[in-house]
């Protein structure tokens, strides 16, 4: 084997032993748990970080950005790192530089501090999801891909659904940092497990990095997250700043297709988008992105603001979502091996779309068991999403693309959360408006309904009191109609992807 020898060109690392198979599998599971724990457990601790560190609410917003932007430039780079250095070093090496990033969250004495570690912590976790799937792919045979791709999409995005839960009851616990301490020990037990089991990969020490392409894609992704973060604030593109990240990214993207295009060693390798069953999958994951995130975003919102419920009774009903995706992971892991692949994410995406649907039902008087429910189906629907998406994505791959698909495939993901969770927030804040006026102009003290309250002492429009009484029940009715237009938008988004499961093709059969 020659140094210039692309790595998916020879035949995969044979490891014969089933025990050090399976304690790969949950290294890695452990790394890439831990990386998209990180990327929300934070939107449970960020109220109580605002307090503490004396931030206001604009300032506090950029303990999110900072990952959001971290994590979009890191990620692409995990093609490039694992071919040049090789998956384990690459993958040691970031968990390292996020295990660190995560400790020393925990002592940060100052916002700066905050949003420096978090943007490290982001631009050390892009990678290692993306290296991660390929060392499995390689270390297992191609019959057991489907079961072994199901308990690492399971294991990998629990993180993402338990980080909200496990973050307020941390937070609750003790205070804010102890939900970022607490990815020490793992990271650590993670460290030495890879270490320890995973096989060095063949690397191209020859294989350049393609800088402007490189630098351009960074460009572009950190621009469009800026733009996706701050939009809603600054009132999108009646906001100079917002215009000028959207023509930068504009800029960037050309530049990097270009020299993508044409350059010998390109950052990414842009065949392969040239596969129908990548490409479709790639669209599939942006929409599962959006429903992900948006919900995650949406329903502990909508918890707090208009059930009054506390930090850690919100955090408990965030776990039912967990619960269902654990047990669609764990059926569904060995079901991949007889049924089709895509009439499972097709059952998953309708699964979503049952439970945004369901969701459209909600209204101010709801009880726990709808949230229970609606939670159940949305955590099995992600996870019969994932296990099917990341078998067909990768099953007529070319050996030597696999690297880039694997970058590719999950920078779809987060860029589709990123789309998520701005498009949540702006249907919310302008929906609340117009629903806010529009209920407004029906607003008369001769209603019939007046005549009951006020005698009821509720509404009791002639003092003070009764007017604030009424200015709050009518934000909470505006806002209340506002999510369920949110949750008819996720509806429409995870029904809208079923006819391109259409097209995609079933994995060659495995003798």
């Not at 459209?360 to 189906?377: C, K």
């Not at 005549?451 to 209340?480: C, H, K, P, Y």
Request: aromatic share 10%; proline share 5%.
């Amino acid at each position: 084997m020659t140094a210039d020898t692309l790595p998916g060109d020879t035949p995969p690392v044979v490891i014969e032993s089933a025990f050090r198979r399976t304690v790969i599998l949950f290294s890695v599971i452990i790394a890439g748990g831990l990386q998209t724990l990180s990327a929300t457990i934070a939107n449970a601790v960020l109220p109580q970080m605002q307090g503490d560190l004396s931030a206001g609410l604009e300032e506090i917003s950029w303990v999110l950005t900072a990952t959001m932007v971290g994590t979009a430039i890191g990620m692409p780079a995990a093609g490039w790192l694992g071919m040049r250095f090789g998956r384990r070093r690459s993958l040691l090496v970031a968990l390292g530089i996020f295990t660190l990033a995560s400790g020393a969250l925990g002592v940060a004495a100052s916002l700066e501090e905050v949003v420096f570690w978090r943007a490290i912590q982001g631009l050390a976790g892009g990678p290692m999801l993306p290296l991660s799937m390929p060392i499995l792919l390689d270390v297992y045979p191609k019959r057991s891909h489907g079961m072994v791709m199901g308990f690492w999409a399971g294991g990998s995005m629990l993180g993402a659904v338990l980080g909200p839960p496990v973050g307020g009851i941390l937070a609750e616990i003790y205070n804010w940092r102890l939900a970022f301490v607490c990815m020490v020990p793992a990271g650590v037990l993670a460290l030495y497990m890879i270490a320890l089991t995973v096989p060095r990969f063949p690397t191209r020490p020859s294989l350049r990095l393609d800088w402007l392409g490189f630098l351009s894609l960074a460009v572009c992704l950190a621009s469009i997250q800026f733009m996706l973060d701050r939009g809603n604030r600054l009132d999108w593109f009646e906001s100079r700043e917002i215009t000028t990240w959207g023509v930068a990214a504009l800029i960037a993207l050309y530049l990097f297709i270009v020299r993508c295009s044409y350059a010998r060693q390109p950052f990414i390798d842009l065949r392969v988008f040239l596969h129908k069953n990548f490409a479709i999958c790639a669209i599939c994951m942006v929409v599962a992105g959006v429903t992900s995130f948006a919900a995650l975003m949406l329903l502990p919102s909508f918890l707090g603001r208009l059930q009054n419920l506390p930090l850690e009774t919100v955090s408990l009903l965030l776990t039912p979502r967990g619960i269902g995706f654990m047990i669609g992971v764990f059926v569904l892991g060995h079901l991949v091996k007889i049924m089709d692949e895509r009439l499972m994410m097709a059952l998953g995406f309708g699964l979503q779309g049952v439970a945004f649907w369901y969701m459209t039902t909600f209204d101010l008087t709801i009880g726990l068991y709808e949230v229970f429910l609606a939670g159940m189906w949305m955590g099995m629907g992600e996870a019969v999403i994932w296990i099917p998406l990341s078998v067909l994505a990768f099953s007529r791959l070319a050996p030597g693309l696999v690297d880039y698909g694997a970058a590719v495939i999950h920078s779809s993901r987060f860029f589709g959360g990123g789309i998520g969770i701005s498009a949540g927030v702006t249907i919310l804040a302008r929906s609340t408006q117009a629903n806010r006026a529009e209920l407004n102009e029906h607003l008369s003290p001769f209603h019939q309904s007046f005549d009951i309250t006020e005698s009821q002492g509720v509404w009791d429009l002639s003092n003070l009191q009764g007017l604030m009484r009424l200015d709050v029940e009518m934000f909470r009715q505006a806002s209340m109609i506002a999510y369920v237009n949110d949750f008819w938008a996720l509806t429409i988004a995870a029904v809208i992807v079923l006819p391109l499961i259409i097209f995609l093709d079933r994995p060659r059969s495995i003798d």
